[in-house]
């Protein structure tokens, strides 16, 4: 148990709606990290959140967008759904010391919030 | 940029037998970071091993040991005497440089192993 939660743990919406994923990140740790994982395929990195601000994002379009809170805990929201989006959502939690430098600690993920579009 | 390549899709073996999962990367960097990460049927992510570029002392953990060489940028995992509950897909990571792209994992494409009793 890594102490990241996710929820929902299943999810089912139709083209063109707008969804929100929730992850609650492990005591201690400032850092979430948002991972779209198609079926038969490695995760992809969204973004990531540290302190509540933007800390990098991957190759994905503005209707995915994201929220780090006070608690550090986060939200992934993605409007206009496509059929494409249907994938494993994942979010991890780590600690990080500053923005943009590496860091050496781990990351622990959650169980995942599988998303289809009909 | 940065890649991870698993060249094996899946790897099926008979209860007992060792199997060797191999992982080949490329980064820039001097200053990385390697992973393994093993997905049961769950889909939760469970992380193994965290390896820095500086250190290339092999490691052994139970029943997995990982083989790092960085002349040849491969970060190779060995399960000895596999048992049914080692059924995964198992991945290899790398990080990224600091910047634009935040401290994100690059993964590679997974080994599905499938354990037979």
């Known amino acids: 148990e890594t102490g990241v939660t996710q929820s929902p743990t299943h999810l089912i919406k139709t083209r063109g709606q707008q969804v929100t994923l929730r992850c609650s990140s492990q005591s201690g740790h400032n850092t979430v990290s948002w991972y779209q994982q198609a079926l038969g395929q490695g995760p992809q990195f969204i973004f990531q959140?540290?302190?509540?601000?933007?800390?990098g994002r991957g190759n994905f379009p503005p209707r995915f967008s994201g929220l780090q809170f006070p608690n550090y805990s986060s939200e992934l929201n993605v409007n206009a759904l496509e059929l494409d989006d249907s994938a494993l959502y994942l979010c991890?939690?780590?600690?990080?010391?500053?923005?943009?430098?590496?860091?050496?600690?781990?990351?622990?993920f959650g169980p995942g919030t599988r998303l289809t579009v009909l | 940029a940065q890649k991870v390549t698993q060249a094996q899709t899946e790897i099926s073996v008979v209860e007992k037998e060792d199997v060797t999962l191999d992982c080949v990367y490329e980064?820039?960097?001097?200053?990385?970071?390697l992973f393994w990460y093993k997905q049961p049927p769950s889909g939760e992510l469970v992380f193994l091993i965290r390896r820095n570029s500086f250190d290339e002392q092999n490691e052994i953990s139970g029943r997995y040991s990982w083989n790092f060489q960085k002349s040849t940028s491969s970060f190779n995992f060995t399960i000895t005497a596999s048992q049914v509950v080692d059924s995964a897909v198992y991945f290899c990571a790398l990080t990224a440089p600091p910047g634009a792209a935040g401290n994100k994992l690059t993964f590679g494409g997974g080994t599905r192993v499938l354990v037979k009793p």
């Open positions: 959140y540290y302190r509540e601000e933007e800390n």
């Open positions: 980064t820039r960097d001097t200053t990385y970071y």
């Open positions: 991890a939690s780590s600690s990080n010391r500053r923005r943009f430098t590496p860091s050496t600690d781990t990351q622990y």
